[in-house]
């Protein structure tokens, strides 16, 4: 498995977002400006991270997106949205099924060849699922991730938080 460029992009996106004042919607054309994205593909993603709820949207003056209010994401949260579910390992054809055909048992020893192999795709589930935005946020800033600041004036907004953060 490999993250897709759409994966990483839709969780840079819900960092940048976790890190904006909850107050003010980021707009569309920041977000495509900083992490160099089409403003087209970025809706694309957009789209997806608010069909599944994972950030608001308004429309308009002022509108942009928002991180979810008290919600906790996880990767896996921003993977299915993107993505759809976890299936690492998926089995297009039967060929352990054919290579024993006709042997005794083989059909309930196929269904435990299977279950193994499912149980990759739930422990991989369950990695994501135990990894936030909120903590991949205080990994990048430690003591300082709960900072928030407007995107949208970044230059501004920068200058003053450096002004706040302990850097260490």
Not at 57 to 81: D, F, H, I, W
Not at 101 to 106: A, I, T
């Amino acid at each position: 498995m490999h993250l897709t460029k759409s994966t990483e992009q839709a969780i840079c996106i819900m960092v940048m977002l976790y890190f904006q004042d909850r107050r003010i919607y980021l707009n569309s054309k920041e977000i495509s400006d900083r992490l160099e994205i089409s403003p087209t593909y970025l809706k694309k993603i957009m789209r997806k991270l608010v069909l599944h709820e994972l950030v608001k949207a308004n429309t308009g003056v002022g509108g942009g997106y928002k991180y979810r209010e008290q919600k906790k994401v996880s990767l896996y949260e921003v993977y299915e949205a993107i993505n759809g579910e976890v299936e690492l390992f998926t089995l297009q054809t039967e060929y352990v099924a054919k290579i024993f055909k006709g042997v005794k048992l083989m059909d309930s020893r196929y269904k435990d060849y299977l279950k193994k192999i499912n149980s990759i795709n739930k422990a991989l589930k369950q990695s994501l699922e135990s990894i936030t935005i909120e903590d991949i946020a205080r990994e990048i800033l430690k003591d300082n991730a709960n900072i928030r600041l407007d995107w949208n004036n970044w230059e501004s907004e920068l200058d003053r938080i450096y002004k706040k953060i302990k850097i260490k």
